[in-house]
């Protein structure tokens, strides 16, 4: 059984979402494959290597199966082999696709009765697991595909090209979400007092995104930059690329949980050429997980 997910790209509000605040998040047309065979014992094969249950290299699926089988009261030994059109560890949901599209397929295999809401429950409840702190956004839309404002769980239609600039840094979602947490911890006032702000600049970038209002985008992405840069996830190298970004005219911004990964960009319909930068061009994605044909 062969299912696939997509991958995600957050236009604004990771991290403030966590403690509740609105965030954007579209579906991209990026996708995670994933193979599910009934076998006599776990194998799971990704670019990462070969292995069984492994928590350290495969945590996300490991954690899908054992929590499956807690919900089904049997022991499941899938081989299951992943391919995926996604970065790792690059802000692009490439581990809330993986989850979704092995859950999904486990379903499948298995012929378990459920709805696409438990392929969202188990997922998140993955995340959960592996990051000790999440919001859901990232299993919600590889789960269901298309551009949403959440936690109102408010779909819009949304369809301007995506820039990805990828840093080549890898940015582990867990320990950027410790990270925020830990700042937050030491000073909650003024933690708090950014999320509100950061809270403001997703609404506004939502009607932005809706009228097309590319001068608002970019002064909002910068806004936005400035406020992920002041709770400690940027870097140098995404400062950079941002800065270059905007010289070019193009809005700018991390997406996803940032320590690395990649800067996004809204293509404002500039003409500029961006040669100097490995440039990934997507577009919103309306469909979530669903079944593939082998070939
Ligand atoms: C990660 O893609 C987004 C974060 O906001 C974490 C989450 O929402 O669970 C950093």
Redesign the pocket.
């Given at each position: 059984m062969l299912a696939s997910a997509p991958g995600k790209v957050?236009i604004s509000g990771?991290?403030s979402?966590?403690y509740g605040k609105h965030?954007i998040v579209t579906a991209i047309n990026l996708r995670c494959y994933v193979n599910v065979r009934k076998a006599n014992r776990v194998k799971i094969t990704s670019e990462l290597g070969e292995t069984g249950i492994d928590f350290e290299v495969h945590p996300y699926v490991s954690w899908a199966i054992k929590l499956m089988e807690k919900r089904v009261g049997k022991n499941l030994t899938p081989e299951i082999i992943i391919k995926s059109d996604l970065p790792v560890a690059s802000?692009l949901?490439s581990s809330a696709a993986v989850t979704v599209a092995t859950v999904y397929a486990l379903c499948k295999e298995y012929e378990l009765e459920f709805e696409l809401e438990d392929v969202y429950e188990i997922a998140k409840e993955v995340?959960l697991e592996v990051?000790g702190?999440?919001?859901?956004?990232?299993p919600f839309v590889s789960t269901y595909g298309g551009s949403w404002l959440m936690p109102e769980k408010e779909r819009f239609n949304f369809d301007s090209e995506i820039l990805l600039v990828d840093t080549e840094e890898k940015g582990v979602?867990a320990e950027?979400?410790r990270r925020v947490y830990d700042l937050r911890k030491k000073y909650p006032e003024l933690v708090d007092e950014i999320f509100d702000v950061m809270d403001i600049i997703t609404l506004k970038i939502k009607e932005a995104l809706e009228s097309k209002d590319y001068e608002s985008i970019f002064e909002l992405f910068r806004m936005n930059q400035s406020m992920l840069k002041a709770i400690g996830v940027s870097t140098e190298k995404i400062d950079k690329i941002t800065s270059k970004l905007e010289r070019l005219g193009y809005p700018a911004k991390i997406t996803?949980?940032g320590g690395g990964g990649c800067v996004l960009s809204i293509n404002p319909g500039k003409s500029k050429k961006l040669e100097e930068f490995k440039v990934i061009s997507t577009i919103p994605e309306t469909e979530g997980v669903r079944e593939e044909v082998v070939q």
């Open positions: 957050i990771e991290h979402v966590v965030a802000g949901g995340e990051q702190k999440a919001s859901g956004i990232d979602t950027m979400v996803g949980a």
